[in-house]
Nanobody, 125 residues
Framework: QVQLVESGGGLVQPGGSLRLSCAASGSISVIYTMGWYRQAPGKQREMVAF???????NYADSVKGRFTISRDNAKNTVYLQMPSLKFEDPAVYYC???????????????????WGQGTQVTVSS
């Protein structure tokens, strides 16, 4: 069983900053790409950023130059540093990870995309 647990969301004023964290746990063999999506009310879920196992980062145009994604492989954790938050940034932010996990009962490896539960980011003055 693999779980992704997010933290770090909250309420900030415009121009404020937050750092989101997402920790993966469970019977993990390999974590490939990790990343973040977000979904605002009435809008489709959109990719925010992702980072490969080789530490190559990619960003949506809307956050490029503002947000920074990073990962700590020793902690199976991905971060999203969000300075200079704007009114268009509020959403529920979801992390995901492409993971090769092992079922301990059968010793079978399976590769799947796992998702966190989402964390709310609100920007308000």
């Amino acid at each position: 069983q693999v779980q992704l647990v997010e933290s770090g969301g909250g309420l900030v004023q415009p121009g404020g900053s937050l750092r989101l964290s997402c920790a993966a746990s469970g019977s993990i063999s390999v974590i490939y790409t990790m990343g973040w999506y977000r979904q605002a009310p009435g809008k489709q879920r959109e990719m925010v950023a992702f980072i490969t196992s080789a530490d190559n980062a990619n960003y949506a145009d809307s956050v490029k130059g503002r947000f920074t994604i990073s990962r700590d492989n020793a902690k199976n954790t991905v971060y999203l540093q969000m300075p200079s938050l704007k009114f268009e940034d509020p959403a529920v932010y979801y992390c995901y990870a492409d993971i090769l996990a092992i079922t301990t009962a059968t010793m079978v490896h399976r590769r799947n995309i796992y998702w966190g539960q989402g964390t709310q980011v609100t920007v308000s003055s």
